[in-house]
């Protein structure tokens, strides 16, 4: 999941549009439940 929210990131979509895609196309409703943080902190950290 932290890959994909960075592969996401680098093509230049908002925190916002990542948790979207993630939603629809992946089914993860909440990414802090899956990996315990959030989408920004995750962008944060990498």
Do not use: M, W, Y
């Amino acid at each position: 999941v932290d890959e994909n929210i960075c592969k996401f990131a680098k093509k230049g979509l908002t925190p916002s549009q990542i948790g979207v895609i993630l939603r629809d196309s992946h089914g993860i409703a909440q990414v802090k439940s899956v990996t315990g943080s959030k989408i920004l902190r995750i962008l944060k950290a990498h």
